[in-house]
């Protein structure tokens, strides 16, 4: 079976040319090395492409993009749309957001993902849902392709599983990824470079947003649920960009006993994103999927209209509800 969906994405990308490569919104670390994984793995074949996401791709992931431009969305958009779409990293139509706009009538869409709630909304799809990141799959791919395994492609595969893991922490850290991972660092990836830079080195903003979140640390139910949120005002104050904010979760999350942490984020247009992270008793994802989001078993995430306050009191209750 995923011989064949490796087959089938080999010949969508063999078949056609000029393809728009996009990931979710707000793209992590398996997000952006997925994207610019593509790039690479396009230029090899002597394909045009053009990498876009819907907003800004955060400074600390273009150390992969190399030569290769990226569109922001929303500030510089292309003045036509595309054919052919290779989604990466998101499990539904959705998670590709303002982007879709520069999908033609009846543009092709390859969907590469590794996502358990991924929903098959591709005409082509290369899903492994027991893959721990995205460029897992792609390097899959690469190698059922008889691509080159070139340093560029390479930084870019080791940096999507280091983020996706945790720093190879994680339970999605099978032996496979160890494989693979070690297998670049035999070919010359820097994975201490990889993880100072993406695991370890924080930015004024973020770690002030650090401070000022653990002060609204909260539990609820025999302390097996834990939150931290952050408000507009607190992300403007600091200069904080979505990306100063990953890893906030984490805190909630580690505390002992605590079965489920959440951070609650306030978003414009009165909206808040929630990321859910589980010790493994409550499936997040699907918590998340019945919020209309969505993720893996322990770690999901979802945006539901409403004033912080009030979401915080609804989701920890219906959460509470979740533990059992
Ligand atoms: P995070 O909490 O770090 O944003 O996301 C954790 C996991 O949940 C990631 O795998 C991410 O792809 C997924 N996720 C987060 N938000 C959403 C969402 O709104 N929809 C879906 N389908 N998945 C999400
Ligand atoms: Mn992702
Ligand atoms: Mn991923």
């Known amino acids: 079976e995923y011989e064949i969906q490796l087959e089938a994405a080999k010949r969508f990308i063999v078949e056609h040319d000029d393809f728009l490569v996009v990931a979710h919104v707000q793209p992590d670390g398996d997000a952006a090395g997925s994207t610019f994984a593509v790039g690479w793995m396009l230029r090899q074949l002597g394909k045009t492409y053009t990498l876009i996401n819907e907003g800004r791709m955060p400074e600390k992931f273009m150390f992969m993009a190399g030569d290769q431009p990226i569109m922001n969305g929303m500030a510089n958009t292309p003045d036509r749309t595309f054919s052919s779409i290779i989604s990466v990293d998101c499990a539904d139509h959705e998670r590709i957001g303002a982007v ?11 969907n590469i993902d590794h996502h358990a709630t991924n ?53 999605n850290t099978t032996p496979k990824v160890m494989q693979t ?26 770690i002030s947003l650090i401070k000022q979140s653990l002060s609204t640390l909260s539990f609820a139910y025999n302390q097996k649920l834990a939150w931290v949120s952050v408000t507009l005002e607190d992300a403007a104050r600091f200069g904080a960009a979505g ?44 918590f998340a999927k019945t919020m209309g989001g969505g993720g893996h078993v322990r770690a999901a995430g979802c945006t539901v209209s409403g004033k912080l306050g009030e979401v915080i009191e609804r989701v920890v209750k219906e959460m509470g509800q979740a533990l059992g």
């Open 243 to 286: 990306e100063d904010m990953d890893g906030l979760v984490n805190y909630p999350r580690n505390v002992e006993g605590v079965e489920v942490g959440m951070l609650f984020k306030e978003r414009e247009n009165g909206q808040v994103k929630i990321s859910f992270r589980s010790a493994g008793s409550v499936d997040v994802a699907r």
């Open 100 to 110: 879709r706009a520069f999908f033609g009538e009846h543009a092709l869409l390859l």
């Open 181 to 206: 991972a070690a297998e670049m660092l035999r070919l010359g990836v820097k994975g201490h470079e990889l993880a100072e830079r993406l695991l370890e080195k924080m930015t004024v903003p973020q």
């Open 119 to 171: 929903d098959r909304f591709g005409q082509v799809n290369l899903v492994r849902e027991d893959a721990a990141a995205t460029v897992e799959v792609l390097f899959d791919l690469a190698v059922h392709m008889n691509l080159t395994l070139e340093h560029s492609l390479n930084v870019c595969i080791y940096s999507g599983l280091l983020t996706d893991t945790g720093g190879f922490r994680y339970a």
